[in-house]
Structures are given as structure tokens and as C-alpha cells.
């Protein structure tokens, strides 16, 4: 569970209303980053739910206008995101799995009212090729522990959701909802906060997908 308390703020302090699967939720924003015809990576916006927001809005406002202060728990929030390779995976065509660089641009936290916002850009290792080619991406956490979604997903064009606006012509973007089954859908509120998923692959299933396909 430590990764989910670095991340989200300390969550094993919190008092959740229900114990069910997921017990806490980050809505998404994302943006497709392409350069020269080539996807190059994903600026990414990440608001958490109030109550895993409380304790990061402390210590932000513990910080005040210590710059330096500031800068401090932005670099210890980001360097667990990059630990957990920004929870993101993306796939081409063939099914290989693309691997990101280490080091993230423009990242930072900031309050948005009652709310803590994450917002970053992280970048492909290699600029991939756009032309003929297909690719998927998903963001979750494996246990399902957090809830990481986009709203909105029926308006693929909606920048409330995902940015596709700076595709190439000859490409589309939209978001497909997981395909998630009444029977998994019990099975994941049956489980409490001390349990997970033995084979870390609950959240997957409850992904959703951001598909890019270009002629």
C-alpha cells in the first residue's frame, strides 16, 4: 500500500463512507502531445477527490510561499508517479509496449478549491511514427485501489476529457469504455481496504482507453 499512500497523500488516514473497491478517485484530463507527425507523449491533469485531497492541501498550505517548499513536494509527488511508470501503458499496433523517458516536463501540484490537482507532461522514449499505425493507451492502477477515469468519455472531441486536437490529418481519436462484467463488478465491491487483487489485474479491467488510429 505504500506506493497509493506517497502518491494520494497518506489514504490509510482517511475514513472512507463505504469499503467497497475503489476508495479513492483521480479524474483525468489528458492531451495528445505530437511533434513533426510523431506522437511524442501525453500531458496529463490529474484531480483527486476531496478526501485524498486533504492532507496534500495541508502540507501546500503548510508551504505557503516557500517556492522551494513547493517545489519539494511536487519533485517527491512526481518521483513516485514516475516509479509507477505514471501508471500509463501504451501499446502500438503489434501490441508492444512503449516505454516513457524518466524524467517528466512542466510538473507540478496545485489547489483547485477543495481539491489537489497534479499536472505533468511525460514523453515516449522514441517519437513514434503516426502514419498507418494504431496505438492504445491506458491509465489506471493495477489493484483498483484508486479510481482513475475520464469524464465525459462519449465526447471524444471534448477537451474536458481528451485533447486528440493535435493530430495529424488522417488520424482520429476516441475513448473506449472498459467492458467490465456484473459478476467482476461485485467482485471489486466485495473487496475492503486491506485487500487487493492478487494478480494486479483488476484495474485494467475497469480502464478505460484512449485509441489513436491514423491512416
Given at each position: 500500500m505504500g506506493r497509493y499512500i506517497l502518491f494520494?497523500?497518506?489514504?490509510?488516514?482517511?475514513?472512507?463512507?463505504?469499503?467497497?473497491?475503489?476508495?479513492?478517485?483521480?479524474?483525468?484530463?489528458?492531451?495528445?502531445?505530437v511533434e513533426n507527425n510523431q506522437l511524442v507523449g501525453f500531458s496529463m491533469n490529474w484531480v483527486l477527490d476531496e478526501a485524498s485531497s486533504s492532507e496534500m492541501l495541508y502540507d501546500l498550505a503548510l508551504a505557503g510561499e516557500d517556492k522551494q517548499a513547493q517545489r519539494?513536494?511536487?519533485?517527491?509527488?512526481?518521483?513516485?508517479?514516475?516509479?509507477?511508470?505514471?501508471?500509463?501503458?501504451?501499446?502500438?499496433?503489434?501490441?508492444?509496449?512503449?516505454?516513457?523517458?524518466?524524467?517528466?516536463?512542466?510538473?507540478?501540484?496545485?489547489a483547485e478549491g477543495s481539491k489537489i490537482s497534479y499536472y505533468f507532461e511525460f514523453l515516449l522514449s522514441q517519437p513514434q511514427t503516426l502514419e498507418k499505425n494504431q496505438f492504445t493507451l491506458m491509465t489506471y492502477d493495477p489493484t483498483y485501489y484508486v479510481s482513475m477515469y475520464y469524464d465525459s468519455p462519449q465526447d471524444a472531441t471534448s477537451k474536458n476529457a481528451v485533447d486528440f486536437s493535435a493530430l495529424?490529418?488522417?488520424?482520429?481519436?476516441?475513448?473506449?469504455?472498459?467492458?467490465?462484467?456484473?459478476?467482476?463488478?461485485?467482485?471489486?465491491?466485495?473487496?475492503?481496504r486491506s485487500q487487493r487483487n492478487v494478480d494486479d489485474s483488476l484495474g485494467a479491467q475497469f480502464a478505460q482507453k484512449v485509441v489513436i488510429v491514423c491512416s
Open positions: 494520494f497523500g497518506a489514504l490509510s488516514s482517511l475514513s472512507f463512507a463505504v469499503n467497497a473497491h475503489p476508495h479513492a478517485f483521480v479524474e483525468m484530463k489528458n492531451k495528445i502531445l519539494k513536494l511536487a519533485d517527491e509527488m512526481m518521483k513516485n508517479i514516475v516509479g509507477e511508470h505514471y501508471f500509463s501503458y501504451l501499446y502500438d499496433q503489434a501490441q508492444h509496449k512503449i516505454k516513457y523517458t524518466s524524467k517528466p516536463r512542466h510538473y507540478g501540484l496545485k495529424p490529418k488522417g488520424c482520429s481519436g476516441t475513448i473506449i469504455e472498459p467492458n467490465v462484467s456484473e459478476q467482476l463488478a461485485v467482485y471489486a465491491q466485495s473487496l475492503d
